[in-house]
């Protein structure tokens, strides 16, 4: 059974479409990527899937319960970590989790012990006492995650789980997720607009643009789909055209040329055919700057 299943979502504010038909589906077990700009209707797409929006049409199911018609269900399953931190910075990292455990229902012995589980799960056990005011934007992210963790769901929701973190920090938040996820035997779905991120996370991705799903697919898959290695080919005296043509001979037919003197292609094996292109190109008198090569990535 899937985790989630949406079928053509739609959503509009006053005059903007927000969602135009979102259909995509997520495994359990799997961490799912939706990945696109702001604005894309990302952020539109998890509310839904909360209940913190109703679409205007469609239907959308979570854990098996329709978003819509059992609300409540579908809450009891899922925890939800929003862009903004919901974290209280006067209270403790341990305070923090412990409010939001009886938020959930829960308390005594039960509590307690889940409340260790996560400090230590997400690393900030040392700081567990301290003010989260005084707690690096990195620690506040993993706090943010323990308090969508402590009702021990079936499926998590982040929404750009990285954001306004430095890039260090960030990495060590991919690895967090990765961890958590095994851990936790999670299905997770996560937005974002980190090319790099949604690649190194994401079992699967669907890519969204203007309130629809534009493509779907493992980052494997989307990957190959941009048909092979890019090789950039600077010149030095600016004879795009004759490059271009000598690059189409050697099987290296030119896709773009940037600031009218860099040629981007498309090859298969760039490493190997890489000396042939600067082979012909010197050969027939082209002066060349620099060359490099590329491997597919969603960057």
């Known amino acids: 059974m899937d985790a989630i299943a949406v079928q053509e979502l739609r959503k509009r504010y006053g005059d903007v479409q927000a969602l135009d038909g979102v259909s995509f589906s997520v495994r359990e077990g799997e961490v799912f990527g939706l990945l696109g700009p702001n604005g894309a209707g990302k952020s539109t797409t998890v509310r839904a899937l909360v209940t913190l929006t109703r679409p205007d049409s469609g239907s959308a199911s979570v854990a098996g319960h329709d978003v819509q018609r059992e609300q409540t269900a579908v809450r009891r399953l899922i925890g939800y970590v929003p862009q903004d931190s919901g974290v209280d910075e006067l209270g403790t990292g341990r305070e923090n989790l412990m409010l939001q455990g009886r938020v959930q229902?829960?308390?005594?012995?039960?509590?307690?012990?889940?409340?260790?589980?996560?400090?230590?799960?997400?690393?900030?056990?040392?700081?567990?006492?301290?003010?989260?005011?005084?707690?690096?934007?990195?620690?506040?992210?993993?706090?943010?995650?323990?308090?969508?963790?402590?009702?021990?769901?079936?499926?998590?929701?982040?929404?750009?789980?990285?954001?306004?973190?430095?890039?260090?920090?960030?990495?060590?938040?991919?690895?967090?997720v990765s961890r958590l996820a095994r851990a936790e035997s999670l299905t997770i779905l996560l937005t974002t607009h980190y090319l790099a991120e949604a690649d190194q996370l994401a079992d699967r991705l669907a890519i969204v643009s203007q309130g629809k799903v534009v493509v779907e697919g493992t980052p494997t898959a989307l990957k190959a789909g941009l048909r092979g290695d890019a090789v950039h080919v600077e010149l030095e005296n600016g004879a795009v055209d004759e490059a271009q043509r000598i690059l189409s001979g050697v099987g290296a037919a030119p896709e773009q040329v940037l600031d009218g003197r860099t040629i981007v292609s498309r090859v298969e094996n760039g490493g190997r055919a890489l000396p042939g292109i600067i082979s012909a190109l010197e050969g027939a008198g082209i002066a060349v700057a620099s060359v490099s090569l590329s491997r597919p990535s969603l960057d």
């Open 105 to 176: 229902g829960m308390g005594g012995r039960d509590l307690r012990t889940r409340t260790n589980e996560l400090l230590e799960l997400v690393g900030i056990t040392d700081a567990a006492d301290r003010i989260v005011k005084t707690y690096s934007g990195g620690m506040r992210r993993r706090l943010d995650i323990a308090l969508g963790l402590v009702h021990r769901p079936r499926v998590l929701f982040l929404d750009e789980p990285t954001t306004g973190l430095d890039p260090e920090a960030r990495v060590v938040m991919w690895e967090e």
